[in-house]
C-alpha cells in the first residue's frame, strides 16, 4: 500500500508543478522520476525499461529531418508562394495558408512549422495593412488538427503508435479522413466568419505579389536531397508492416543519412540547435513516473475502478474519452495527458468485453491533439505562436484566443465523435 | 606589482662609516654579492657602478640616490638600500638614503617604474622621516610594507581609455540618440541615470533596430523582400522610443585599474568592441578595440 501513495504522491506534485510551472517542467518530471528509484518503488533498470526508446529516437528522427529541411528555405518559400498564389487576397491567403500548414504539420513537428510560418504570416498581414491576430491564430488551429492526421504529426501520436502498435498506415486508415473532414469544415467556418471583414488595397496586394520567392531557396541540391529523403522516409513508414522495422528505426536511418548528406559544417549545430533535448528529457522523466504507476499497483487498481464507473460501457467510454482528453490535454498538456492514459487503458482492456480496444486509441489521439485547440496554453504550438505575436505587438490574451478557439474545438470534437460513433459501432 | 616584493631586510642597512658616496657604495657592492651569485662580482661590479655614477648623477632632490647598473644574463632584479646615519653631501645635495639598483639589460621598464614609486615614496616627507629613524633593516622594511607602494609594470584600463566621454540620459528620445551620434561621431554610448550612475549601453545597432520587427529578424533571409522600407517607421518612432527601451544593461563594463590584456579578453570573450569605464557606479571613460589597437599594439 505504501509504495502506490507513494507512487501516486510523486506523480501528483509532479503534475501539479508541470500545471503551474513554478519549477522548471523538465526539472521536476526527471526528479520526480528519480524520486520514484529514491524511495524504492522500483529499482533504476526497471525505471529505465519504462523508457520509450522507439519514441524518443522516433522524435530525435523527425527534430533532425525538420532541422536539415528548415534550413533550404523550402517553408518560407511555400508560404510566400501560397500568398501569391492567393493574388494577395487575405481570406484567400487565411484558408490556402491554413491547409498548407496542415500540411506540413502531418508531416513534420508542429512548433518548428509555426515558428517559419508565424513570422511570415505576420508580415504578410502587416504588408496587407490588417490585423495579424486572425492569421495566427487560424496558423495555430492549422497546426494542431494537421498534426492529428498522422503517427509522426504530434508527440501524443507518437506516444501512442508506439506504445499500443500501432502502424502509419493505421493512422492514415483510421484518423487522416477525419482529419481532413474537420480542416475542410475549419475552413469553411474561416470562409463564413472572415470574408466580409477584410479588405485590401490593390496597392497592398501588390507589394505581395512583388516579393520573388524563388530566391528563398537557399540550397536547391540539399532540397532535392531533402524531398528524396522524406519520399523514402515515407515509402519506409507505410511498408513498415512489411520490412518489420520499427518507426525509430526507420526515421534514424532517414534522418542520419539526410544529415550526412548535408552540410558538413551544419551537422553540430543541427544537434545542438534542432534536437529539443529539453522535450525529450521531459518525456524520459515522464516515462520514469507512469512507470513507477505502474509498477506500484496503481494503473491496475484504477483500471477496473474506471471502467466500473462506465458500467462496462465500451462504447459510452470511448465517446467520453474524446472529449475527456480533449478538455484535460488543454489544462495539463497533450503528452502529460496521453503517456498517463496508455498503461490506463491498456489496463482496462480486459474489464471489457471487447474484440479490440482500437477504437479507445483514436479516441484518445483525436481528443488530446484536438484538445490542444482548446485554450492559449493547450499545446507547444500555441504557447510559442502566442509568443512570437506578443514580442511584436500583437497580444492574444486567453480569452481572445478562446473566442476565436472555442468553436472550431468544439465542432472539432463533436465531428470527432460523430465520426467514432458512426466508424466503429454504428456501421 | 608592490614596490615591498623587490626589497629584502637583509639588503637594507644603516652606514655608520661612510663619508663619500663611493664608500657606501662598495660596501652596498659587498653586501649584495654575500647574498646573490651575480654574473659580475666584488671589485668587478663595483667599477661598473662607478663607471656608471660618472656618466650621470643618480641623486634626486628628495635626498635620494638611485645608483644602477644592468648585467647582461643576471635575469633578476635586487635593490640595496643604505641609510646612512649622517646624511652625504655631494655637490651641494644632500644624500638621505641610497638605492642600488642591479637589473637585468632587458628590465629597462621595471628599473624605470622603480624608480617612479621609489621618488613618489621620496617625496612623502612623514614616511621617509619614519625610515629614517628606524633602528634597522627590518623596521625600514615594515615602514615601506605598510604604506603599499605599487611598482606599476603595466598599462592599465585607465592610461589608454578616452576621458570624459559623451553619456545620454536613460529618459531620452532616441531622437536625442541620433543626434549625438551624429555629432560625435561615435556608434555607442554609456547611459546614466538621474544621479549620473551607469545604467547601461546603447549602440547604432539598437537604433536601427527600432525599425525591424521582430518579425523579420526570425526568418532566415530577406531577399524576397525588395521594397520594405523599415525605416519609415523608425523615424515615426523616434520621439515615442527611450533609450531605456532599447539600451543593453550595465552588466558589462570595466574599471580603470583593470589590465589591458583583461580589456581584450573581454573583449572577445563578449564579442563586444565598445566598453564603459566605471568607478563608484560612475562612467570616467569609455574603452574600444580600436583604442587598445591604436594605443597599445601599434604604439
Known amino acids: 500500500m505504501l509504495p502506490m501513495i507513494l507512487a501516486l504522491l510523486i506523480f501528483i506534485i509532479t503534475y501539479v508543478f508541470i500545471i503551474s510551472e513554478w519549477i522548471n517542467k523538465t526539472t521536476i518530471v526527471l526528479l520526480g522520476g528519480f524520486l520514484i528509484v529514491l524511495c524504492r518503488i522500483m529499482t533504476q533498470e526497471v525505471a529505465f525499461s519504462y523508457i520509450d526508446w522507439n519514441v524518443i529516437f522516433l522524435l530525435i528522427g523527425m527534430m533532425i529531418i525538420m532541422g536539415v529541411i528548415k534550413d533550404t528555405g523550402v517553408f518560407q518559400y511555400a508560404a510566400i508562394k501560397t500568398a501569391k498564389v492567393a493574388k494577395g487576397s487575405p481570406i484567400r491567403i487565411m484558408m490556402l495558408m491554413f491547409a498548407v500548414t496542415a500540411a506540413i504539420s502531418a508531416v513534420l513537428d508542429n512548433v518548428t512549422t509555426v515558428m517559419i510560418i508565424i513570422p511570415v504570416i505576420i508580415l504578410i498581414a502587416s504588408e496587407l495593412g490588417i490585423s495579424p491576430i486572425p492569421f495566427i491564430i487560424t496558423q495555430i488551429m492549422a497546426s494542431n488538427i494537421g498534426g492529428t492526421a498522422t503517427l509522426i504529426g504530434d508527440p501524443p501520436n507518437i506516444l501512442i503508435g508506439s506504445a499500443v502498435k500501432l502502424t502509419f498506415i493505421d493512422f492514415i486508415v483510421n484518423l487522416t479522413p477525419v482529419i481532413i473532414i474537420i480542416s475542410l469544415l475549419s475552413m469553411a467556418v474561416i470562409y463564413l466568419v472572415f470574408h466580409k471583414r477584410m479588405h485590401v488595397s490593390n496597392q497592398r496586394r501588390a507589394r505581395i505579389m512583388g516579393y520573388n520567392e524563388k530566391i528563398l531557396i537557399t540550397n536547391k541540391p540539399l532540397l532535392i536531397k531533402s524531398i528524396i529523403v522524406m519520399c523514402l522516409l515515407m515509402f519506409g513508414f507505410v511498408a513498415q508492416e512489411f520490412i518489420r522495422l520499427n518507426s525509430a528505426t526507420i526515421a534514424m536511418t532517414a534522418a542520419l543519412v539526410l544529415l550526412i548528406l548535408s552540410n558538413r559544417k551544419e551537422v553540430e549545430h543541427i544537434l545542438t540547435q534542432s534536437i529539443d533535448w529539453v522535450s525529450l528529457f521531459f518525456l524520459i522523466g515522464l516515462f520514469m513516473i507512469i512507470g513507477g504507476l505502474n509498477e506500484a499497483g496503481v494503473m491496475s487498481k484504477a483500471a477496473p475502478a474506471i471502467v466500473r464507473v462506465t458500467r462496462a460501457n465500451f462504447q459510452f467510454t470511448t465517446l467520453a474519452m474524446i472529449w475527456f482528453s480533449g478538455i484535460l490535454s488543454s489544462v495539463i498538456g497533450a503528452v502529460p495527458l496521453v503517456a498517463t492514459m496508455i498503461p490506463l487503458i491498456k489496463n482496462m482492456a480486459s474489464s471489457f468485453n471487447v474484440v479490440s480496444m482500437d477504437p479507445m486509441w483514436w479516441a484518445l489521439a483525436l481528443g488530446s491533439c484536438l484538445g490542444g485547440n482548446g485554450t492559449v496554453l493547450g499545446s507547444a504550438a500555441n504557447i510559442v505562436s502566442v509568443g512570437i505575436a506578443k514580442r511584436n505587438g500583437f497580444p492574444i490574451s486567453f480569452w481572445r484566443f478562446l473566442r476565436y478557439s472555442f468553436f472550431i474545438t468544439l465542432m472539432s470534437l463533436a465531428v470527432s465523435t460523430l465520426y467514432v460513433w458512426l466508424r466503429y459501432f454504428f456501421l | ?299
Open chain 2, 1 to 299: 606589482m608592490q614596490l615591498i616584493s623587490l626589497l629584502e631586510p637583509k639588503l637594507i642597512y644603516f652606514d655608520t662609516n661612510s663619508d663619500t658616496k663611493t664608500d657606501a657604495l662598495k660596501i652596498m657592492v659587498d653586501l649584495i654579492c654575500k647574498h646573490y651569485e651575480t654574473p659580475r662580482c666584488r671589485d668587478d661590479l663595483f667599477e661598473l657602478v662607478l663607471k656608471r655614477e660618472q656618466e650621470s648623477s643618480t641623486v634626486y632632490p628628495t635626498g635620494l640616490a638611485i645608483p644602477h647598473v644592468r648585467i647582461d644574463n643576471f635575469d633578476d632584479t635586487v635593490i640595496c638600500v643604505c641609510i646612512p646615519r649622517k646624511p652625504i653631501s655631494e655637490n651641494g645635495q644632500l644624500i638621505k638614503i641610497i638605492f642600488l639598483i642591479i637589473t637585468d639589460n632587458s628590465s629597462a621598464k621595471l628599473y624605470l617604474n622603480i624608480v617612479s614609486a621609489l621618488i613618489r615614496m621620496s617625496r612623502d616627507s612623514a614616511v621617509m622621516g619614519q625610515i629614517l629613524s628606524q633602528k634597522d633593516g627590518h623596521g625600514v622594511y615594515h615602514v615601506i610594507k605598510q604604506e603599499d607602494y605599487k611598482v606599476k609594470e603595466d598599462l592599465t584600463v585607465k592610461d589608454i581609455m578616452n576621458t570624459s566621454p559623451p553619456t545620454i540620459r536613460d529618459t531620452a528620445t532616441i531622437k536625442e540618440l541620433a543626434e549625438l551620434l551624429s555629432s560625435q561621431n561615435i556608434v555607442n554610448l554609456p547611459v546614466v541615470n538621474d544621479k549620473n550612475e551607469f545604467v547601461g549601453e546603447v549602440d547604432i545597432l539598437q537604433y536601427l533596430k527600432v525599425g525591424v520587427p521582430d518579425y523579420l529578424m526570425l526568418m532566415n533571409n530577406l531577399k524576397f523582400l525588395p521594397s520594405f522600407e523599415p525605416f519609415e517607421q523608425l523615424y515615426s518612432k523616434e520621439d515615442e522610443v527611450l533609450i531605456k527601451d532599447i539600451m543593453t544593461g550595465p552588466e558589462l563594463n570595466l574599471y580603470p585599474d583593470n589590465s589591458i590584456i583583461e580589456a581584450v579578453f573581454r573583449m572577445i570573450q563578449h564579442k563586444k568592441t565598445f566598453f564603459a569605464v566605471t568607478e563608484n557606479k560612475k562612467v570616467v571613460g569609455t574603452l574600444t578595440a580600436g583604442d587598445i589597437f591604436r594605443k597599445v599594439v601599434r604604439a
